[in-house]
Nanobody, 120 residues
């Protein structure tokens, strides 16, 4: 499975931005889809996750500001980010747990990352 994330850029503090991630390839099904981020000099951290059934989890630092959603028919996952802060500046990665339609083997895939900067 290939994941491509897009939607990065530069946003002013307090603004909003939506990231999208498209999954493609030999997909039988996708279970969890997640967004991670890695700020300069820091470890990659889980930002939000969503199950195939729509159950969501968020990092404490983004709770109430970010919303993860998905479109199962299109194999897409989104991250709506509101009330952005400079500390949200990072490279954002999408990830997915899927089943290969041919081998039925579980696979963990990562997107290439999309960067955005929140200016103060």
């Amino acid at each position: 499975v290939q994941l491509q994330a897009f939607g990065g850029g530069t946003v002013q503090a307090g603004g909003s931005l939506r990231l999208s991630c498209a999954a493609s390839g030999r997909i039988f099904s996708i279970n969890n889809m997640e967004w991670y981020r890695q700020a300069p000099g820091k470890q990659r951290e889980l930002v939000a996750s969503i199950s195939s059934g729509g159950a969501t989890n968020y990092a404490y630092s983004v709770e109430g500001r970010f919303t993860i959603s998905r479109n199962n028919a299109k194999n897409m996952v989104y991250l709506q980010m509101n009330s952005l802060k400079p500390e949200d500046t990072a490279v954002y990665y999408c990830a997915a747990d899927s089943l290969d339609v041919v081998s039925m083997v579980a696979e963990r895939s990562w997107g290439q990352g999309t960067k955005f900067t929140v200016s103060s």
